[in-house]
């Protein structure tokens, strides 16, 4: 497709549990990124790749939270541990190397994170 | 550190009606500033941008002039459409490489 592509569209999980989210960006774009939107609020970054590594996981918010791009392109969420609190939409968006500074990102519609 | 902060919504309007959604900005240095819009069912989208002290954005009808002066980037239409009900956010760009920093969104229902 043409767009950001995030699965799965939907996941409830368990306490506890560990869940991997994946994000497809538009192709050619180098760099990706990764949000989290609370309910009532706006996305909070997370963590920029370049290419294949990352550039900034600042806002990653514990070492239960990691991230994997390996061929630049496709990148993965992965979630350790689940916490009823990690309950969120989880955006990625792409955005051409290029386009630095020109706010210009891309989103996906999201994966919507349901931990029971 | 840096922040935006957002009127609250809902916001509801008649088809017609001139539209404010005000969004002010702390932030060290000189940020860009961004309005998206996420219509329902959709990705958030970039609506316009403004990079620098007294630029303004426009798109699809819709303004905002960046003040450094009062730190803000107010949202302005002057007539709303019914297709223009989605949810807005403010952003800032901070770190150099598009890391935006959002408001908490505000959703316009526009009526007929």
């Known amino acids: 497709g043409a767009g950001v592509s995030q699965t799965p569209s939907n996941k409830v999980t368990e306490k506890g549990k560990y869940v991997e989210l994946r994000c497809d960006p538009i192709s050619g774009h180098t760099a990706l990124y990764w949000y989290r939107q609370s309910l009532g609020q706006g996305p909070e970054f997370l963590i920029y790749?370049?290419?294949?590594?990352?550039?900034?996981d600042s806002g990653l918010p514990n070492d239960r939270f990691f991230a994997v791009r390996p061929e630049g392109s496709v990148s993965t969420l992965k979630i350790q541990r689940t916490e009823r609190g990690d309950s969120a939409v989880y955006l990625c968006a792409s955005s051409l190397e290029g386009a630095l500074n020109t706010g210009e990102l891309f989103f996906g519609e999201g994966s919507r994170l349901t931990v029971l | 550190g840096d922040s935006v902060t957002q009127m609250e919504g809902p916001v509801t309007l008649s088809e017609e009606a001139f539209l404010t959604i005000n969004c002010t900005y702390t932030?060290?240095?000189?940020?860009?500033l961004f309005w998206y819009v996420q219509y329902p069912g959709e990705g958030l989208q970039l609506l316009l941008k403004?990079?620098?002290?007294?630029d303004k954005g426009s798109n699809k009808g819709f303004e905002a002039t960046y003040r450094k002066e009062t730190t803000s980037f107010h949202l302005e239409k002057g007539s709303v459409q019914v297709s223009d009900s989605a949810v807005y956010f403010c952003?800032?760009?901070?770190?150099?490489?598009?890391?935006?920093?959002f408001g908490a969104g505000t959703r316009l229902a526009v009526h007929p």
């Open positions: 932030a060290t240095g000189y940020p860009s």
């Open positions: 790749f370049q290419g294949t590594g990352a550039a900034d």
């Open positions: 952003a800032l760009g901070s770190g150099g490489y598009n890391k935006l920093i």
């Open positions: 403004a990079t620098k002290a007294d």
